[in-house]
């Protein structure tokens, strides 16, 4: 029931290309959830793509699938396509089970729900119609009043954790940022580059840039997501302007959706 499509591949600063970034799988129509979820839980890969709305369009399977994942311990970050209407159980499975991020093409009586399902739960998402094209508004945006929310709809889960870290940093409200950033990476948060990448954001802001630039190399190190390269060609770029000597505020970029 599911394939390998393509992994891309993380090619670091000096072509390191040694770790697998994220991978797509598709239909492949046979197979089981165990088959799907034991083959997942192998892979080195740091995200996955569920490129496919057949994966979820029995919310019955849809949830089995992200039940099987929790049980088996598979804890990584995803996205997947949704081309059928979801059920709100539907939503909240695919996001404990650590899905971020949803493309959901829905005829417009559908919509609406959706987008209230999964704006409850702290989705990434976009809605459009069944051919693609775009509602008049069709990606969603949070308060730090939603991602609080959220946090405290699902106070165990890690994701809603950084999300709301993430959402207070854009805030700059940067003395409540360790407090759900400490909560997520306790509970497990998979993504400890983007971990290290947001308190470089938050060293930078408090201008410690020599901080910024040790937490930005160790992530680097690890696993090196596109945001933290950006990130430190940024504070390079600011270095060799001399923007620590004119004064001029390093701000690095967070990055709060993985996939």
């Known amino acids: 029931m599911y394939r390998e499509n393509k992994a891309v591949w993380s090619e670091g600063e000096v072509g390191q290309g040694n770790n697998v970034l994220w991978s797509t ?16 839980a ?5 995200y996955f793509v569920f490129e496919d709305g057949e994966f979820f369009a029995n919310h019955a399977w849809g949830i089995a699938l992200c039940r099987r994942m929790r049980v088996m311990g598979v804890n990584v970050l995803w996205s997947a396509v949704l081309e059928n209407a979801p059920s709100r159980e539907l939503l909240r499975e695919m996001r404990l089970a650590g899905c971020q991020h949803l493309t959901m093409r829905l ?8 987008y209230e399902w999964a704006h409850e739960f702290g989705f990434d998402f976009r809605i459009t119609h069944t051919d693609g094209m775009p509602y008049a508004t069709d990606r969603v945006s949070y308060t730090v009043a939603d991602r609080e929310a ?3 709809a ?29 909560k997520a990476m306790t509970l497990g948060f998979p993504a400890n580059e983007l971990c290290l990448n947001l308190l470089a954001c938050l060293s930078a802001a408090k201008h410690y840039p020599d901080v910024a630039a040790g937490l930005l190399d160790q992530a680097y ?9 950006r990130n430190r060609r940024l504070l390079r770029s600011w270095l060799e302007s001399g923007g620590d000597v004119k004064g001029v505020r390093l701000m690095l970029e967070p990055e709060s959706q993985a996939v």
Request: aromatic share 12%; net charge negative; no cysteine.
């Open 154 to 182: 699902l106070p165990g889960l890690h994701t809603v954790q950084f999300d709301l870290a993430v959402a207070y940093f854009g805030a700059r409200r940067y003395g409540e940022v360790m407090r759900p950033l400490g």
């Open 221 to 229: 190190h690890g696993w090196p997501h596109p945001v933290v390269m």
């Open 42 to 46: 192998e892979q080195e890969a740091r």
């Open 107 to 114: 005829w417009p009586d559908a919509a609406d729900a959706a």
């Open 150 to 152: 959220a946090a405290e």
């Open 25 to 40: 799988v598709s239909w492949a129509g046979s197979g089981s959830i165990r088959d799907i979820v034991s083959w997942i």
